[in-house]
């Protein structure tokens, strides 16, 4: 039977975390023994739930945004402590698959130690280091893949380096999970006012959550929604927008059941308003979202920056997109004195194309297709 060892950087529920969920349930369904390297949190809870073996490693705390030398040596001791200290687990691995990219040194020290294949898993639209350091790993001759979630990351990629122009280069586009797949459409906009917005995901700065205080108060008569806390991102950014924050902004903190909680709430409108973050402007870290897919699966009205992948998103989804902060406000106006019938259509149209295009089932079964092809039986 063969044996894979996923390493994953957060304990956390991000994105990534739940791409790893479903990669773990294609290896478990491919008859693949599985270990994953992790850090305390629900995501390693809910590993172990499938009942894989989980060795709880311990955080790797770098400073946001630009690295500084002290970092270099962390990250670089870090690694080598998660290495040694898993020798055996990493050995009897016929593949290691890194999923981010904080733990991608381990996967070199097991290709050139032990002589392991190894792949890594990108879920963001990261900066030239990252870059670097992901060109060094394709080059590696038991590196059997780099694996992205969408076109854009494979676009930034090659246009860093036509070396990414390769085959070991595989793109398995992110999908919904069985939580959103099979929801029927609902109709938030009929017999009832436009009240509720909100912003799902981890709460910083290059999610845009910001824009929110500004609505509120213009809207006094609306509510808006976080749901999402800070997680391994910025506790700062997040406590100085509840304090800059108006009454009718709610927090939620993380939430474990999406679905139960739009329903909860009445959500009516989701804003995906990230931005580029300020220690790298022009540069988007939007690769693959997730949340448009999911909210257009629960019949909300999506509303997403054209920025990065999420141009991508709107485009195939058929969402509403804008430019700049500034916009939302006229938008939403706009969508106050709307019939009920326009958002209702538009909502229905976006659902019908996400429960379609991105179908849990072909998620998985393309998940269960990349293991076999990086571990032959």
């Not at 400073?63 to 990493?90: C, E, W």
């Not at 054209?306 to 991508?312: I, N, Q, V």
């Amino acid at each position: 039977m063969k044996n894979i060892t996923f390493c994953d950087q957060y304990g956390q529920l991000g994105g990534g975390q739940q791409v790893l969920l479903e990669l773990v349930k294609a290896a478990l369904e491919n008859r693949f023994t599985v270990q994953v390297l992790i850090p305390e949190g629900p995501c390693a809870d809910k590993l172990e739930t499938l009942g894989v073996e989980v060795r709880r490693i311990s955080n790797c705390a770098l400073t946001q945004g630009k690295k500084s030398v002290l970092d270099v040596m962390r990250f670089a001791m870090y690694n080598l402590s998660v290495f040694f200290n898993n020798f055996s687990v990493l050995r009897s691995a016929d593949l290691i698959y890194v999923n981010g990219n904080r733990l991608l040194p381990v996967a070199f020290f097991a290709q050139r130690i032990l002589g392991k294949e190894a792949a890594c898993h990108i879920h963001l639209n990261h900066g030239k280091l990252e870059k670097k350091l992901f060109r060094i790993f394709l080059r590696q001759r038991r590196t059997s893949a780099i694996v992205v979630p969408s076109a854009f990351i494979q676009r930034e990629l090659v246009h860093f380096d036509t070396a990414f122009d390769s085959p070991k280069v595989r793109i398995v586009e992110n999908g919904l999970d069985a939580r959103f797949t099979s929801t029927a459409f609902e109709d938030r906009f009929s017999s009832r006012p436009l009240r509720h917005v909100g912003i799902v995901g981890r709460v910083s700065p290059e999610k845009g959550q910001d824009v929110l205080p500004a609505l509120a108060r213009r809207f006094p008569d609306m509510d808006f929604h976080v749901m999402g806390d800070a997680a391994f991102s910025s506790a700062d950014f997040y406590a100085t927008l509840r304090r800059d924050s108006p009454a009718n902004v709610h927090f939620h903190g993380w939430v474990e059941d999406l679905p139960q909680k739009v329903r909860e709430i009445g959500l009516q409108i989701c804003l995906v308003p990230s931005r580029c973050p300020e220690s790298t402007p022009g540069h988007s870290f939007e690769a693959a979202p997730l949340v448009p897919m999911q909210m257009a699966a629960l019949s909300c009205l999506v509303m997403v920056r054209r920025l990065g992948a999420l141009e991508d998103i709107a485009k195939s989804l058929q969402l509403i997109s804008f430019d700049s902060d500034e916009e939302l406000i006229p938008m939403i106006e706009s969508l106050r004195v709307q019939p009920a019938g326009e958002p209702l259509a538009l909502c229905e149209n976006s659902h019908k194309l996400a429960v379609s295009r991105y179908s849990h089932n072909s998620f998985h079964e393309n998940l269960k297709g990349l293991l076999r092809a990086l571990i032959p039986v």
